[in-house]
């Protein structure tokens, strides 16, 4: 499609109608440019709307209760009825032949947890100074029951150990020592379960850490025992605050928009390259250049226009040529600012009151270079032409070269005829 453009010169106006050269380069650049900018904000929204960015807010609550407790089995008597008496009670020590300690923990939660655990029983034996109970004079432990490791993937684990206590085995080994240094101590037997759980719902959220501990003190070398729970039972709530992470809500929306996106880099690129090449067609950037670095000593950039009227002799230059000589001969740099970007420009020179302007657009430039290639392709024309008209004479002169040998040969043959007659 055509189109009207407009072409200054210094003090005239030209209408022609043409095809933009570059028009094609234009209109791809911008083809690609804005299809590519459309497919990104597309594809941007299909993305977003397409994943969860901070995925499903979960919270597991769990709760962990631990306790301790114990029986006291009796040997053989008269005065009670059944072989053992329950927590809580002071007994007799000549009638206890063992102690049965329970300890008890449970985690429980609303959702599968990893869960790490690790747990052992002791027993440890102490003879104290009477006086001052601080003061430790005999101590002894062991493994009741060795440390245990555990893995599991559940929503909840319980730990349940029994362990029969011999109460005459530690009172015996207290009472030796007495006889021994003939010392007045106090002595006890404290049963402790070490327990260390770790547990995560995620391994980058909220983790669960727990170091607890369950202890029985059994005391020795008495007459009557009081035995007592050390600690007090464990009953814990919490909430592991976590989420599922980033999820795709939407495939076929996904899919979509990695498509779009993936085609904005080819688009972008070829757009790229189309705007290059319309740059590097642009006669305009291309003869301002060229000006701006044949004669960078003489020219200044400047960025705002110079009035007119104040100056009385005022000429327009046809050639650029002519304001080199002007600032040469004058002695004063030419200024350059640019109108409108990649369009329209002006060289000044102004001294005193003289002021010299020459106007270059890309609209004239177009319209010379147009000019100059019409008349090459009319030259063109006549060339060919001649060329043609050459081989045209040439038949010609042929043809009457062959059309005088006939006539040559008719007017021998009559000769001979006559020859003959005479003859």
Not at 299 to 322: A, C, D, H, L, R
Not at 377 to 385: D, R, W
């Amino acid at each position: 499609m055509k189109e009207k453009i407009k072409y200054f010169s210094t003090d005239k106006m030209y209408l022609v109608n043409r095809i933009p050269k570059n028009k094609r380069t234009r209109v791809l650049y911008f083809v690609f440019l804005v299809t590519s900018f459309i497919a990104l904000i597309a594809g941007g929204y299909l993305l977003f709307d397409s994943v969860s960015i901070n995925g499903k807010k979960i919270n597991v609550r769990y709760n962990e209760i631990g306790t301790a407790d114990y029986t006291v089995y009796l040997k053989d008597n008269q005065y009670y009825e059944t072989d053992y008496l329950q927590s809580g009670m002071k007994y007799v020590a000549s009638l206890i032949k063992t102690i049965n300690t329970k300890f008890n923990y449970e985690v429980h939660s609303n959702q599968n947890v990893n869960y790490s655990y690790n747990y052992k029983i002791t027993g440890t034996l102490q003879i104290l100074d009477r006086e001052n109970p601080d003061k430790v004079l005999y101590s002894r432990e062991e493994d009741l029951i060795p440390e245990e490791n555990q893995t599991v993937s559940s929503n909840n684990f319980v730990i349940n150990e029994d362990i029969d206590i011999d109460y005459n085995k530690y009172n015996n080994i207290v009472s030796r020592y007495k006889s021994d240094y003939g010392l007045s101590v106090n002595a006890q037997l404290v049963v402790a379960m070490d327990l260390n759980v770790y547990g995560d719902y995620d391994k980058d959220d909220d983790k669960i850490q727990k170091d607890n501990k369950l202890q029985i003190t059994i005391p020795l070398s008495l007459q009557t025992v009081d035995i007592t729970i050390d600690t007090e039972n464990i009953n814990n709530t919490g909430t592991l605050s976590t989420s599922t992470g980033n999820t795709i809500t939407n495939i076929p929306g996904f899919v979509v928009a990695i498509v779009l996106l993936a085609l904005c880099v080819p688009g972008f690129i070829q757009g790229r390259k189309y705007y290059k090449e319309y740059k590097s067609n642009n006669i305009y950037n291309i003869t301002v250049d060229r000006i701006l670095r044949e004669f960078d000593r003489l020219i200044v950039t400047g960025t705002s226009s110079i009035n007119e009227k104040k100056y009385q002799n005022k000429f327009y230059p046809q050639k650029f040529s002519e304001m080199v000589d002007a600032a040469e001969n004058l002695n004063a740099p030419i200024l350059f600012y640019e109108v409108i970007p990649n369009e329209k420009c002006f060289f000044i020179i102004v001294k005193d009151d003289t002021l010299y302007k020459f106007r270059l657009t890309r609209a004239f430039l177009e319209k010379e270079e147009l000019d100059k290639n019409e008349s090459i392709t009319t030259e063109n024309a006549e060339v060919e032409e001649n060329k043609n008209i050459k081989p045209q004479v040439e038949e010609e002169v042929v043809e009457e070269k062959h059309q005088e040998e006939p006539q040559e040969e008719d007017k021998k043959e009559e000769k001979e005829e006559t020859e003959l007659l005479k003859w």
